[in-house]
T-cell receptor
Framework: LAKTTQPISMDSYEGQEVNITCSHN???????ITWYQQFPSQGPRFIIQ???TKVTNEVASLFIPADRKSSTLSLPRVSLSDTAVYYC?????????????FGKGTTLSVSS | DGGITQSPKYLFRKEGQNVTLSCEQN?????MYWYRQDPGQGLRLIYY???????QKGDIAEGYSVSREKKESFPLTVTSAQKNPTAFYLC????????????FGPGTRLTVT
């Protein structure tokens, strides 16, 4: 399984764009990149998933460069309610059937 | 409303007692999972089930047991053999074991003294 490295914490202010980068140097050909969000005392929630280039949904964008050794989760104009832990997961569920691995994640703190 | 329910939200037990945590889903998902989360840590996989009557050990299965007799239910038993059972336990499900999107329950916070 590819190991991921994320910053332990990040701070931001309301209205700013936040970019959280995840490093996964040993990503395998069939691995997908998935991001989850977790609020205190709740279960994680799926945000976005991608394989290459850019993926966008109503919540966030995911940027993946051509070499796929890193990925960046972009949250546009954050609000106080975006304060949470964000997890980057890399794995191949389709071919290898490996389970997703949640690391310690990045704790994002948004202030007013 | 479709979703995953876990009960109870808080659970207190004495050391040496077995305790069973409930997890039910009405999403018609094939796969279900149990995770453990300790303060300031990520989630660690205890057991997962790809389909009814089948389950596999995760990274930290020692001291835990599960059953999957019904598609909707995946109870977790924390046995007295688990050395540090106090933790936040999360149950999740996904459409299939190949799905990257897992749906999580609200969790059960277990305290053993």
């Amino acid at each position: 399984l590819a190991k991921t490295t994320q910053p332990i914490s990040m701070d931001s202010y309301e209205g700013q764009e936040v970019n959280i980068t995840c490093s996964h140097n040993n990503i395998a050909t069939n691995d997908y990149i998935t991001w989850y969000q977790q609020f205190p005392s709740q279960g994680p929630r799926f945000i976005i998933q991608g394989y290459k280039t850019k993926v966008t949904n109503e919540v966030a964008s995911l940027f993946i460069p051509a070499d796929r050794k890193s990925s960046t989760l972009s949250l546009p104009r954050v609000s106080l309610s975006d304060t949470a832990v964000y997890y980057c997961l890399v794995g191949d569920l389709v071919q290898a059937g490996t389970a997703l691995i949640f690391g310690k994640g990045t704790t994002l703190s948004v202030s007013s | 409303d479709g979703g995953i329910t876990q009960s109870p939200k808080y659970l207190f037990r004495k050391e040496g007692q077995n305790v069973t945590l409930s997890c039910e889903q009405n999403l018609n998902h094939d796969a279900m999972y149990w995770y453990r989360q300790d303060p300031g840590q990520g989630l660690r996989l205890i057991y997962y089930s790809q389909i009814v009557n089948d389950f596999q050990k995760g990274d930290i299965a020692e001291g835990y047991s599960v059953s999957r007799e019904k598609k909707e239910s995946f109870p977790l038993t924390v046995t007295s053999a688990q050395k540090n059972p106090t933790a936040f336990y999360l149950c999740a499900s996904s459409r299939t074991h190949k799905s990257y999107e897992q749906y999580f329950g609200p969790g059960t916070r277990l305290t053993v003294t």
